[in-house]
């Protein structure tokens, strides 16, 4: 019985260890090409951040890995109401901290979101990471994002790179 326990627990922490594990998955919708994966955890957070194009103030939107699950669109911040702003949501919590509106407890279920990335003003967070998307993929494009589960070493594969204007990796000096 002991020798029966032992090896179903390390079977399950071999699993843990070389198994799959969430990744933010970046993809350029269009061309269907790979951008980036960022390696997450079961309850990590991420954010997108850019200037909303016509109230010209600061958004982000702010998602959680949902267990297998895909993500969730957890809050929505921003700076002041106006054209574009939804003014309904049910059953959320408004608040106002440091000059953001935010609004929280949405718990809206998202296999992707998409975002059209026009200018250098869009930034994702990922953890302490922070990246200037204008950076790392040409402006115009339209960034898939989505919460995949792929093996540990999948990090070496498809690191999220800066890149030029023209789409090509930026190679440090």
């Keep these: ?3 029966r326990t032992a090896r179903i627990l390390l079977l399950i922490v071999g699993l843990i260890l070389i198994g799959p594990h969430p990744f933010l998955f970046l993809q350029d919708f269009h061309r269907q090409e790979t951008v980036g994966a960022v390696p997450m955890h079961f309850t990590d957070a991420f954010s997108v951040e850019w200037i909303h194009s ?5 958004w982000r939107e702010t998602y959680h890995v949902h267990w297998m699950n895909g993500m969730e669109l957890a809050e929505t911040s921003f700076r002041s109401f106006g054209a574009g702003v939804p003014t309904e949501f049910s059953g959320a919590d408004f608040s106002v901290r440091n000059g953001w509106i935010t609004v929280s407890g949405l718990h809206e279920q998202r296999d992707s979101v998409l975002y059209l990335i026009t200018r250098d003003d869009y930034k994702l967070t990922v953890g302490t990471q922070v990246w200037k998307l204008s950076d790392v993929l040409p402006l115009g494009t339209s ?4 919460v995949k589960w792929f093996p540990w070493w999948y990090r070496y594969l498809y690191r999220l790179e800066k890149r030029d204007d023209r789409g090509k990796e930026v190679t440090s000096e």
């Design 143 to 146: 960034l898939e994002l989505s």
């Design 54 to 58: 016509v109230e010209l103030t600061p």
């Design 1 to 3: 019985m002991k020798k």
